[in-house]
């Protein structure tokens, strides 16, 4: 079954991890996949391919989300290929793991830019160009609701785009759009072992109820709910994926 077909779905930062996956994940649900990559054209190329070979359409598009004339191009780029976006799923992102007294402003800077204002502009972008019935997904964080040293600014960043989601929710029902975000635990990426140690990663692991950090996939399928006919009647919600930290 492909219940996306005829879909057309933008994944922002879908070069790698959580990203690559929901990509993938997608595809083989019969959408058409933007692939959104800021630098790293030859792992997008791999996404791609990978698509590809299972029988599904991925597509590489340059931009870095944290420019709003590139978000521009992002949005206008894909209709002029495909003519039309019914999914965005908002995953580009970057982790700030120190302490609030160790934060430099050119640190806090950079993730501002690319957690939060990236999800503004393609919201902005989004209110005029995805379809009627579209679908949105902001990848939030499970930190959200939590207090844990070291994790301020990022979790500061997730808060907030969460709330554009849910603005955004209110704001496009009208046209039957829907808005959710999901936010995952830990999940085994590049990006969560970052400045982490094997200690620190079995202590997270031990905050679940089921006893293990996530894979990509436990997010991909949230994602793929969220974007289906399934899902027409939530909206505006935050949902924690995260074997049950919270």
Do not use: H
């Not at 600014?153 to 929710?169: C, G, N, P, S, V």
């Not at 620190?200 to 679940?208: G, L, P, Q, T």
């Not at 436990?218 to 074997?243: H, P």
């Amino acid at each position: 079954m492909q219940p996306l077909r005829g879909k057309v779905a933008i994944v922002t930062g879908s070069s790698r991890g959580i990203g690559a996956e929901i990509a993938r994940t997608l595809a083989t649900a019969g959408a058409t996949v933007v692939i959104n990559y800021a630098d790293n054209k030859l792992a997008a190329d791999k996404i791609c391919a990978a698509i590809a070979a299972a029988g599904g359409q991925g597509f590489a598009i340059q931009a870095d989300v944290s420019d709003p004339a590139a978000v521009k191009q992002l949005f206008d780029k894909t209709i002029q290929q495909f003519q039309r976006i019914d999914i965005l799923v908002n995953n580009a992102g970057i982790l700030l793991f120190k302490e609030i007294a160790e934060i430099r402003d050119d640190e806090f800077d950079r993730i501002v830019d690319v957690n939060l204002k990236s999800v503004f502009y393609a919201l902005r972008e989004a209110t005029g160009k995805l379809a009627d019935q579209g679908r949105v997904v902001t990848i939030s964080s499970t930190v959200t609701r939590l207090m844990l040293p070291k994790y301020s600014a990022y979790a500061a960043t997730k808060a907030a785009i969460e709330q554009l989601t849910r603005i955004f929710a209110r704001e496009m029902g009208k046209r039957g759009i829907t808005a959710n975000s999901i936010l995952p635990g830990p999940v085994d990426t590049e990006l969560f072992r970052a400045g982490k140690t094997a200690a620190d990663i079995e202590r997270m692991a031990a905050m679940a109820a089921l006893g293990r950090i996530g894979d990509s996939g436990d997010i991909a399928k949230a994602v793929l709910f969220l974007v289906s006919d399934e899902a027409r009647w939530v909206t505006g919600q935050s949902i924690g994926v995260n074997g049950g930290i919270i």
